[in-house]
């Protein structure tokens, strides 16, 4: 009987630990050049609420040619010291998806080229918290 009892007290607790909102895919894909975008698609493993999550486009200060793993490492290093601090590299953008919702659209204003990151802290409907980032490269309209 105890066996049993901790079984599945650690099955539960095992899945429980899953229970986060991660992204599954992204319009743009993370690390693509891409034609300036009119917004962001991100779809999640599980519903966000909007309205307790953050959401924060900024022009990184790297060359647009830059690899990706710069432009990575870049908004990492955004992301873990000046996320949420209203930077002067924000781009003002406005989130279409309210309430709960695993999809959040972000419309964008329009965007020079350049190199680009979008951060997020979101909170699932379930209480969990995660954060993480897409980064890509708008391209000259020329080319």
Do not use: C
Request: hydrophobic share 50%; charged share 15%; aromatic share 6%.
């Amino acid at each position: 009987m105890t066996k049993l009892l901790l079984s599945l007290m650690l099955l539960i607790s095992v899945q429980s630990g899953f229970a986060h909102a991660f992204l599954e895919a992204s319009t743009p894909e993370n690390g693509t050049t891409i034609d300036a975008p009119e917004q962001i698609v991100l779809t999640f493993g599980e519903a966000v609420e909007t309205m307790f999550s953050v959401f924060e486009l900024h022009l990184l200060d790297v060359p647009a040619d830059a690899e990706p793993d710069v432009l990575a490492a870049t908004a990492k290093g955004m992301m873990m010291t000046h996320f949420n601090l209203g930077l002067d590299s924000m781009i003002e953008t406005t989130t279409a998806t309210e309430g709960q919702s695993a999809e959040v659209v972000l419309e964008l204003p329009d965007l020079e080229p350049g190199a680009y990151a979008l951060l997020w802290r979101i909170l699932s409907v379930d209480t969990h918290t995660s954060q993480d980032f897409i980064t890509f490269v708008v391209q000259d309209a020329a080319q």
